[in-house]
């Protein structure tokens, strides 16, 4: 997974690693360093206020943590979202998960970016079929 913002770029290197680049003027990447920690198998990574989550596929979870002023990624904490969560997107104070199983999760968005309660939430399909990335717009 890949996550730009305004001065930093996340990048999923591997299956257990996140590198936090410097992004420039021009919007090249520099100055690559590995960041945060307890990932598994991450795919999806976005970012929200000072926060960013990550999608870990093995472990059934999304990890959430603090952007630092420098870019780096502490704190990181999981919570359990489905069986394999592929990507996630913040709207407002809701997460939308979507799960290599075929379904989609709604959760909250509570203190400290953590999310609260996840219910399927597949807007009548039965499934997606190995849903890979999800977007809201």
Same mark, same amino acid.
């Given at each position: &997974? +890949?996550?730009?913002?305004?001065?930093?770029? *996340?990048?999923?290197?591997?299956?257990?690693?996140?590198?936090?680049?410097?992004?420039?003027?021009?919007?090249?990447?520099?100055? @690559?360093?590995?960041?945060? /920690?307890? #990932?598994?198998?991450?795919?999806?990574?976005?970012?929200?206020?000072? *926060?960013?989550?990550?999608?870990?596929?093995?472990? &059934?979870?999304?990890?959430?943590?603090?952007?630092?002023?420098?870019?780096?990624?502490? =704190? @990181?904490?999981? /919570?359990?979202?489905?069986?394999?969560?592929?990507?996630?997107?913040?709207?407002? /104070?809701?997460?939308?998960?979507?799960?290599?199983? &075929?379904?989609?999760?709604? @959760?909250?968005?509570?203190?400290? =970016?953590?999310?609260?309660?996840? +219910?399927? /939430?597949?807007? &009548?399909? +039965?499934? #997606?079929? #190995?849903? +890979?990335?999800?977007?809201?717009?």
């Amino acid at each position: &997974g +890949i996550a730009v913002g305004q001065s930093y770029a *996340y990048v999923g290197v591997g299956a257990a690693a996140v590198d936090v680049c410097a992004v420039t003027g021009s919007g090249s990447l520099t100055g @690559c360093v590995g960041t945060g /920690s307890g #990932f598994s198998a991450l795919n999806g990574i976005t970012l929200s206020g000072s *926060y960013a989550y990550v999608a870990n596929q093995d472990h &059934g979870t999304v990890s959430v943590g603090a952007v630092n002023i420098d870019g780096t990624l502490s =704190g @990181c904490a999981a /919570s359990s979202v489905g069986v394999a969560p592929t990507d996630v997107v913040i709207q407002g /104070s809701q997460a939308y998960v979507n799960d290599a199983t &075929g379904n989609v999760y709604v @959760c909250a968005v509570g203190a400290a =970016g953590a999310l609260g309660p996840c +219910i399927v /939430s597949n807007g &009548g399909v +039965i499934s #997606f079929n #190995f849903g +890979i990335q999800i977007a809201v717009h």
